[in-house]
Structure formats: C-alpha cells, structure tokens
C-alpha cells in the first residue's frame, strides 16, 4: 500500500466528512415527512387500544376520526388551556416544567357501547427507559375502561410484558378513587386479590419495571384529580 | 473493472466467494462473529428476515464502496473510513425501516444501530474489500450476509415455533389444534440463552457432517 502525505489524509477526511453528512441529512429530510406519520399512527393507534378497539395501520385514522370525537388541554386546576393541540404535546416535555404550567392532554371517546370515555396518557420510568400508555376512563371518571401500555426498552419475557393483553387486561374494572380519595392502582407483588378493585398483578421478574408503571399511574393521574372532580356525574 | 474481462464473471472462484459463506465459512457457526444479535433478534422469523436483510445490504454496499476506494484510503485511517462508512449505511438502513416498516423497526430496536458494532462487517471490509476488487468484494458482502442471514432465519423459525407456536405470525400450533391435547408453548424458547442453544445445535450438525470443521487437537 502507498505512503500517504498528512496533508493527503486531512483532505481525504474532510471529503470523505462532508459527503457523508450531505447523504445522512439529505437522507433525513427526505424521509421525515414518512416517518413523523407513521408515530402519528402508532399514537393513534395506542389511543384507539385503550378504548379496546383493535386497528390496524390502515384503518387507524378511519377509526380514530370515527370514535375520538374531541381533544383538549387542561392545567393542574382542571380549567381548559385555549389555542393548544393535545395531539401535538409531548407529556415527557410537560412533566419537566413546573406543575402548574403543564399541558395535560384529554382525548373523549365514544365506543360502540355508548359508553362517554375520556383518555388521559401516561408516561414514566421503566428499568430500563421510558413506558408510556393511555389510560381510558368511564363516564364516571373513577372505573377503568381500558388501558395500553408501552415500552421503549423492557426486558423481553419480563417488564416487557407490560404490554401484553395479559397484563393490560386485568385493568379495565378497576377503580381511581377510593371513597372520593384518590388512591390510583397498585401493582401487587404476589398477586392482588380477586376482589381487590385497586389492584393488579404484578409481573414475575419484572419489579422495577412493575413498581415503575405503579408510579407512572399514580404521578400522572393525580394531576387529573381536579379536572376529574368538576367533570364527574 | 475491465481487466476482469478474462476471468468470466460467475467463475468458479467468484462462484465459491458467494456460497463458501453460506456453508462451510459461514460467520456465525464457523467463524462465530455477530453472536450478539443472532441471540436478540431471532424471536420471532419476521423481524429476523428483515435483519438479515438489512445485514446483506449494509454488508455489500460497504464492501463495494471500500473496494471501490482501496488504493485512496490512507492505510493509518482506514479503519475509521470503514467504520464511517458503515455507519453511514447503518444509519440509511435505520432511516428507511422507520420510515416504510415501522412495526419492525420498532421490534429491532437498537439491534439495527447495533449493526455498526457487528464484528462480520468489520472483518470482511478489512479482511476482504481492501483487497479486492469490487466485483468480488460484492460477492463477498451477499455471500458473508446471507450466511449470517441464513442462520438467523433458522434460528428465529424454530425459536418462534417452539416459543409461540408461529410461523411467520401464523398460528400453525393452534390451527393443527395441538393445544387439545395438553401441549404447551415453551416460554423458555423466547429467551436470548436458548437462541445460543439453537446456534450450538447447527454447529453440531454442520461439523458432524463436515469433519473438516472441526478444530486439530
């Protein structure tokens, strides 16, 4: 192989620099428009699982035009904020700004059943990163519709069972409030018991990740507890 | 390009650099590179297709654009030039799953970035592409990915079979109707030790049937 001069290989460098970044950004921004709708549709999606409507990636925006009937922010007060998209609020940006100045997304749903559902999303820590999931309401604002969840890492087999039918199906029936206190759902180690309507299994070998969604519905719900109070029938 | 005018394009030799991988080469069983995401990404068939798909493609490109480059790139920098332009492809490949599969991407997670660290794509651009001819080197680069790819796909059928009574998403198990008869998945199958058991069973075989494999005392 040749000899090559320092001054040959910072040119070679700075060439070999400059096309590639030309190539990754071009890459990028071709495809940006791609990629941004399919998170759309995945978060579309997710909403449309909490209220226990299975959809696909092609009918996802049909079914969510048809069942999502309105969405809205509120404060930590329950007062509905003007001139904010709750599809467009990013939760993990909110919950670092102080609690009186986030946005809390509501989404209202109507199922087939008739029932008048309200989501709320949820986002907290994991083991290993963040999970996330929506949380459906019945028109009592205290039992649980639905429920999904998600996770960005989870162990596959333990934590990452979070998001399995399993698991998310043991919520629905479940209550907030326990004699108007807010108490959320805890996730039982051992195993809740039948008639425990604050409580869910929680998943072998997956603790943290178990003891994680516990405070992840907990924090997030609790910020709802006034908006909830007006809004109950 | 024009001097391999004599030698025709599909010798036996070139022949040999696509299929040796495959067998008795292959980079997984015999030379025992890219372990890690053999474990990882073999759950289930779908998103190991799509991995080794991805493999092929980073593997090849890169081996050609090294080839092609060979006698330009500065022997002290040459393992940061390959490294760039893996990563480069890496990085395309990752771009385009999020973009047009989204389901999988979001299965393979950081196992795609992880295609950067992937020991056979290292060793073939240093081993082979700065070498070689880019003809050859292409060869190379289908041959090393496929062979990995192969196994992957192995891996990942029985591992899916065995684990969720799948084949492709398609619940052959419960269609056969063998959960009647008291049969159960094997929820151990899904975990990332038992995919290195698979892996040491090919081995087994491919060497039971190769003597030549096995290692001289």
């Known amino acids: 192989m040749k000899q090559f001069s320092n001054r040959y290989i910072f040119v070679f460098s700075a060439i070999m620099v400059v096309v590639v970044a030309t190539l990754l950004s071009l890459a990028a921004t071709l495809l940006q428009p791609a990629q941004e709708k399919n998170l759309e549709i995945e978060k579309k999606k997710s909403m449309l699982e909490s209220i226990n409507i299975p959809a696909t990636r092609e009918n996802t925006e049909e079914l969510y035009d048809k069942y999502i009937k309105e969405s809205f922010v509120i404060n930590s007060k329950g007062d509905t904020v003007a001139g904010v998209n709750a599809f467009t609020v990013v939760l993990r940006n909110e919950q670092k700004k102080p609690l009186e100045d986030q946005y809390l997304p509501v989404f209202k749903a109507i199922p087939d059943d008739g029932e008048k559902v309200t989501i709320i999303p949820v986002e907290g820590k994991g083991l290993w990163g963040p999970i996330y999931g929506y949380v459906s309401l019945r028109s009592d604002l205290n039992t649980i519709y639905g429920v999904t969840f998600d996770h960005k890492g ?3 087999g333990l934590g990452a069972e979070i998001n399995t039918p399993g698991f998310e199906g043991m919520f629905p029936g479940k209550k907030l409030f326990d004699e108007g206190k807010f108490v959320s759902v805890r996730v039982e180690k051992g195993g809740a018991a039948p008639d425990d309507v604050h409580g869910v299994d929680a998943i072998s070998g997956g603790t943290i990740t178990s003891k994680g969604l516990q405070n992840m519905l907990f924090d997030c719900i609790q910020k709802y507890i006034d908006y909830f109070n007006k809004n109950r029938n | ?30 030379q025992v590179l890219g372990i890690c995401s053999a474990l990882a990404v073999t759950v289930k068939l779908k998103p190991a297709i799509v991995m080794a798909l991805s493999v092929i493609i980073v593997l090849t490109v890169s081996n050609v654009v090294i080839s092609a480059l060979r006698q330009y790139i500065p022997e002290r920098i040459r393992i940061i030039v390959q490294l760039v332009v893996i990563a480069t492809m890496v990085i395309l490949v990752d771009q385009f799953l999020k973009a047009f599969v989204f389901d999988v991407s979001k299965q393979l997670s950081v196992f795609v970035g992880l295609i950067i660290t992937n020991c056979i794509l290292m060793g073939r651009l240093e081993a082979f592409a700065m070498a070689n001819k880019p003809f050859p080197s292409l060869l190379d680069g289908i041959g090393n990915g496929a062979g990995y790819g192969l196994i992957l796909v192995i891996v990942a059928f029985f591992r899916e079979f065995f684990g969720s009574g799948t084949v492709y998403g398609y619940p052959i198990l419960q269609k056969i109707g063998i959960f009647h008869t008291g049969y159960e998945n094997n929820g151990m199958v899904i975990l990332p030790p038992m995919a290195l058991i698979f892996v040491g069973l090919i081995i087994w075989v491919q060497r039971s049937r190769n003597k030549s494999l096995i290692e001289k005392k």
């Open chain 2, 1 to 30: 390009m024009a001097r391999q005018g004599k030698e025709p394009i599909f010798s036996a030799k070139n022949l040999r650099l696509l299929t040796d991988p495959v067998g008795d080469n292959n980079p997984i069983t015999v």
């Open chain 1, 154 to 156: 989870e162990t596959p």
